[in-house]
C-alpha cells in the first residue's frame, strides 16, 4: 500500500464519519474535537501500514527514539479529556492506559519475544477493551465511541510493539505478496465448507440474505475491514500467535492457542455464555492464523475474516 493510497482511504473515511454525524444532527466543538481524535487516530493506524512509510519512521526514530511513539496515542487522549469530557480521572486513567504498555515493552528491549512483559502490555491493551472498560472514556459522541475506542488500543498496540519494541515477524506493513489473492479466496472456501454446514446444524446461523443489508454495505463493510478485522489480526495474529509461537518455540502451537484464545474472547455475545460463537471463532481464528503464518502478512488474514463477516452480515442471521 502506498502513502498515496492510505492517503485516499482516511480521506474518504474522515469525510463519512464526518457526513454520518452531521446527518445524525451532530456539531459544534465537541464534536469537531473528536472527529479530530478519530481522524488522527486513524492515521497513526493506517499510515504506518504504508510499508514505505513505516520503514522510514523506524529509520528515523531508530531503537531509542521509538519511546516518544507513544506521545502520539497520549496526546490525543489529552485532547479529547480537555476539550470533549474535561474530567481529569479519565484522563489519567487514558494517559495510564497508553503508556504503561510501552513501559513495559520498553523494559524486554533486547530479550526474545515472549518475554512476561511482552503479555503483560498485550492483556492492558486488550482486556479494558474486551469488557468495555475503554469505552467509558469515550463517551460523546456516541455514534463514535466504539471507533475511537478500537482506534486508541491499536495506535497504543503500533507505538509500543511495532515502533519501541520492533517485534519481528507482526506483518504490520500491508504489502501484497505472490499467491496472497490466491490464498485469501481458497482458505476463506475451505472455512466456509466448515463453518456453514456447522454453524446451520448447531442452529448458530441461518439462511436469511436481506437486500436491505445489502444496501448498508457501503458502510458495513469498511466499517468491519478497518475497525474490526485489522485490529483483530494485528491483536491475535500479530502480537499474541507471535509471542506464544516464540514462547513455546513452536508455531503450530502458538497458532492452536491463539485460536482457542481468540474464540473465548466471543463468549461474552449473546446469549452468554456462546459456546456456539466460541466453537466457530476458534475455527475461523486457526484459518485466519495459518494465512498469517504462511504469508508473514496481516493482510490475507485480515482480507479472509472481513469477508467471512460481511458474508455473514449479507446471507445469514
Known sequence: MRFTTAAAIWTAVVALAAFVGVWNGLGGRRFIIALGVAAALFAFELFLAAPRLLDRVQRILRTRGGAIAPLAPLFVVLVYAFGVTGDWRTMLVGAAYTVLPAILVAASTGKSGGSWEDYAAVLIIWLPVEFRWLYLLFPYPPVLSHTITILLAVSTAVAAFVLLRRLDGIGYAAEWGR??????????????????????????????????????????APGVLLFTAWPEEFLFRGLLQNLLSRTFNNRWAGL????????????FHAPYPNWKYVLLATIAGLFYGHAWMKTGSLLPGTLIHAVVDISWHVLFR
Do not use: C, E, N, Y
Not at 256 to 267: E, K
Open 256 to 267: 492452536a492457542v491463539a485460536s482457542v484464545i481468540f474464540g473465548l474472547s466471543h463468549i
Open 179 to 220: 499467491g496472497f489473492g490466491l490464498r485469501v479466496v481458497l482458505t476463506f472456501a475451505a472455512f466456509a465448507t466448515i463453518a456453514i454446514p456447522l454453524g446451520t446444524k448447531m442452529h448458530f446461523i441461518v439462511w436469511d440474505p436481506t437486500f436491505a443489508r445489502v444496501r448498508s454495505l457501503p458502510l458495513f
